[in-house]
Every structure is written in structure tokens, then in C-alpha cells.
């Protein structure tokens, strides 16, 4: 005969566990209720990437990737970030100078062969790199691929609904800005992600690895991926274009310099607008300058 107190504990051990097993279930479902109606962020993008012409396993093959998803920070900062809120005067300070002198000096070889080989002030190309990465020391840490795969994913009317339902919390902006940056944006970036797989691919880098400014540029000389394409110069004569090495950065910034206008003895007019092409601020022309006459100096 069973006892009363067992039939008790066994009955209610077995309610706990139909309990607790019904709870783990409900759980586990929370998530794929969640994201039940939520835009897979890549899918139109991969399959624009493979109608385009890329190789579909490989394109699988990043997007499978764990450490490839969506950037929503990174969209907010284009909103937050403003021009002529940064400091520039840091730059022509007396330690900014004294760094990029001794840079000069470490480097000197190098940017002498590149000054040689395109007729563009060393000077100049060291006051860029000054600006853009603190002569490498700050390259950025976003995923170039995470960047310029949402950016170009806006394109998709799901998701850019998506991200301003989200941005606008605490962003000011109205939905028809917002719709008219994301195309413009969109179409921009999936020409820069596109280039940014071919040179990747040209150059069997992983493009997962690879990191930069939240605006999708990389290297020491913070190169957009199509004027890496474009402009890209081989400044060690290894065989490869690698815009983290220093020589490889100093040579692609005066192709891209020269191929625009740059001449020996330039002017400073025209100067200004040659420089003006890399970056298009007179913020930052005026600063590239001034770095350059106190290195003369």
C-alpha cells in the first residue's frame, strides 16, 4: 500500500515539473515572439550583394558571422556628430607639433621616397595623418564591414522604419529628414561596402577583422574604401596596399593628392582646394595647413 505522504510529495514533484518545464518553454519562445515580425537586417542586403555579382558562398560566409549585426550607435552618431565642434587647435599645439616632428624624423626614408615619387610636400602628408589618426595612434574601433553593411541595409523600408522608431528616441529629427538622409546614405554605403569586399578579397584580408571610423573610413590615413580602389599606392613595394602601414598610407594620400591638382610649389590657394577633396571642410584645410608651415618652421 503507498503511503499518504508519499503519493503527496511524488504527485507534487511532478506538478513542479510540468510547471517549471511550461515556464522554461515559455521562455525560450519570448525571444522568437519578439523577433517574429522583426526585418532580418541583412537578407535584402546579401542578396543585392549576389544579384550584383559577388560570390554567394562567400557573401553567406560573412553574414554568417556572429560578429557581423547591425550598428544602431553608429547611425545615431552621424546625427550627433557636428563639424565645427571639434577641436582643431589641438593640433597646432606644441605637443601635436613636437609629435609630428618626431614622426617626421622616424619616417623620414619613407616620406622622402613618397615626396620624390609624387611631388607632394612630406609635410603635408604628415599633418593629415596628424589629423586623421594621431600619425596611427587612433584608427578607430568600429566594424568597418558592421558600418557600411547597415548604413546600406536603410535601403530596405522595414528596417529604416525600424531605426527611426529607435534613433528618434533620442535624436531630434523627423521622419522625412530621417527618409531622406537613409536613401541618400544607403546607396552611398553599398557602393563603399561593395568596394570594401572587393578590397578586402583583392587583398585576403578578413573583412570582420577590419576597423575604423564610425563613417566607415580605415587605416592611417582613414581611406574610404573606393579611393583605396582608386588611389591605394603600394608605398613599401611588398605587393600589397595595407593602409595600417605607415608607408603604404603616406604614398595613397599623395595618389590621391596629386591625381586632384597637388604640383610642386602649389600655391596656397590652390592647395586648399586639393586638400579640400580629402576632406571637405575648410575647418580642417586651414589646419592641414598651418600643421604643415610649423613643421617648415
Sequence with gaps: MTDPDTFISSRFRRN???FFVMVITGILMIPAALHADTPQPFSSLKKKLIADGFDSKSVESIYANPKVKEDM?????????????????QFTSWWAIRMAKGYLQEHEDALDAVEKRYGVDKTVITAILLVETRLGNSVGRRSILNTL?????????????????EISKSVSINLD??????RKKSGWAYT???AFIRYTARENLDPVAINGSYAGALGIAQFMPTSILAYGSDGNQDGRIDLFDHSDAAASIASYLKHFGWRPGIDREKASKVIFRYNRSQYYVDTILKISELLKG
Design 16 to 18: 513542479a515539473m510540468l
Design 73 to 89: 550607435e553608429m547611425v545615431r552618431l552621424f546625427f550627433k556628430h557636428r563639424e565645427a565642434k571639434l577641436d582643431y587647435g
Design 149 to 165: 553593411s547597415t548604413l546600406a541595409s536603410l535601403s530596405d523600408t522595414d528596417i529604416r522604419d525600424a531605426f527611426f522608431k
Design 177 to 182: 529628414d530621417f527618409e531622406s538622409w537613409a
Design 192 to 194: 563603399e561596402l561593395a
